[in-house]
Nanobody, 125 residues
Framework: VQLQASGGGLVQAGGSLRLSCATS????????VAWFRQAPGKEREFVAA????????SYADSVKGRFTISRDNAKNTVYLQMNSLKPEDTAVYHC???????????????????WGQGTLVTVSS
């Protein structure tokens, strides 16, 4: 499964960006998909996840109420809408996928077998 993350860029604090994670994998609708981020000198951290159907989502406390994860299984794409961005949101954002039809979330990187290449988000103050 190859994932392509896009949508990063430079934005001022308080602004918005929408990230996309796309694949050509026809069974993508059977996967839990998550976004992680990694800032310079820090470990990769969980941001948000969405189950196969899109009916369930989970967020890190640091982004709850500001970020929204969603998916369009017809387009094999998962989105991360990021609003009210803060300088501390600056990081490389990676999407990850794990085949799962049970509706489970996974919060650590080692639980995901498939990764996108990352897209850089820079929030200026």
């Amino acid at each position: 499964v190859q994932l392509q993350a896009s949508g990063g860029g430079l934005v001022q604090a308080g602004g918005s960006l929408r990230l996309s994670c796309a694949t050509s994998e026809r069974t993508f609708s059977y996967y839990t998909v998550a976004w992680f981020r990694q800032a310079p000198g820090k470990e990769r951290e969980f941001v948000a996840a969405i189950i196969w159907s899109g009916s369930g989502t989970s967020y890190a406390d640091s982004v709850k109420g500001r970020f929204t994860i969603s998916r369009d299984n017809a387009k094999n794409t998962v989105y991360l809408q990021m609003n009210s961005l803060k300088p501390e949101d600056t990081a490389v954002y990676h999407c990850a996928a794990q085949r799962d039809y049970s509706g489970s979330y996974y919060y650590t990187p080692n639980r995901y077998n498939y990764w996108g290449q990352g897209t850089l988000v820079t929030v200026s103050s």
